[in-house]
């Protein structure tokens, strides 16, 4: 059954509709040849895509910190184009991947995104997110809010239910209005863990409310891998994070793209951060 809201002048309306139940497993999901794929969903070099016949309501850059996950990504990819495409938005996605050697650098990675998406167009709205994550309801809309957006509050591996109040890791929504008034990520966080409160007490601090959709509509299947060992380093980052929302973020960020591709289903950016 099709539900949609009518469009007062040729804007993209947003389908909503009952596929739940076939997007439960998305390990099963097919998986296609990118060229191929890339061809029958008309997705644009470096992972682009567009309605044709309508104006749409949104223009969203997709970025998703990345190193060693092949599988999660191909997966990710042959699901999310569909998803993305139901929802008749105007989206570009980015995988940043980092270089070997430092240990993994997710916020910082998030903040390199940013920068090299708004080389190339003017986003209005970013979504940051993990590859291992894959939303199951197609009404979960990959598009901004008035306020940041947690998506991912409801996750199978914690049953379904939010670990914590101030979580605000998985995936999640900002203008880039907002996410330039935070000073974008902290990019001291080495390793797993702690930079997804530290971005939480950033918004705090700026006087930001977050939002979550319900939970039935927040829901998100994650794919399954070996979980990482915390950073040492984490609680001491955090303690001192005030004193450094406004030096260390997007206002001092340096890194280096080693090289950078429009492969047929996202912008794949190397970098050395
Ligand atoms: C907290 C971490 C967050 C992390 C959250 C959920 O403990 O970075 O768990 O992790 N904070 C610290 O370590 C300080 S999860 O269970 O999804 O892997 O996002």
Redesign the pocket.
Known sequence: MERSYPARDNSCTIMLNERRSQLLYPEEYPREDPVVMARRLGILPGGQWKPLNCHPLFNVAIILPYRNRQTQLTIFMSYIHPFLQAQNLDYRIFVIEQSPMREFNRAKLFNVGYAEATKVNDFHCFIFQDIDLIPQNPDNIYACTTMPRHMSSS?N??RYNL?YTG?F??AIALTRKQFERVNGFSNVFYG??????DFYSRLQSRGFQITRFGPDIAQYYMLTHK?EA?SSA??QN?ENSARRYDTDGISNLEYRVLNHQLRPLYSWILADV
Do not use: Q
């Not at 797993?192 to 409160?197: L, Q, R």
């Open positions: 996750v591996t914690f670990p979580l890791g998985g797993w863990g702690g930079e997804d409160d979980k915390p984490r609680f955090l």
